[in-house]
């Protein structure tokens, strides 16, 4: 009786731990590919824009890219007229989020390794500029959500949008 018992307990705790491990993610998400990997991370705005402008293909390409992801709040710190403006306009959105996307694959160590003022060559032809004395900052702007990784890439998650020089 009292192997029964331990067995029915033993069985018991065993169907708990895997109920409670289905319902509680542990840190992030499986890595997708890059254009898949949006919707895990909350960034609607970016995976509209990327739809919106067709850019969202090339990143199922084999890659590997590092993505400079605008987060949804970056799009609202462009201001409500100048976001909708921005959004509204397929052809100079494009010009912007090509400005996000760079060829090859960066993790912020490697970002971290860079010159102080390093520069990085974006898909559009533009560059970022990299700070990195003390903070990681990418032309101004910081990867809050960093090394998110994707079968053919990587993405870090950014709190502004960063827009080309003119």
Known sequence: MRRLTSSLALGAALLLSTH?????????PAPKILSESFKAYGLTTLEKALDDTGLRKQLADKGPFTLFAPSNAAFKMLGRKRSA????DPKELKIVLLNHIVKGKYTSGDLGKLPHLGKMTTLGGGELVVFNKGTLLVNMSKPYQA???ATNGIMHI???VLLPKK
């Not at 409670?20 to 992030?28: E, I, L, T």
Request: charged share 30%.
């Open 147 to 149: 090394d998110k990784k």
């Open 20 to 28: 409670v491990h289905a319902q509680v993610p542990f840190g992030d």
């Open 158 to 160: 950014m709190d502004r």
């Open 85 to 88: 403006a921005l959004l509204a």
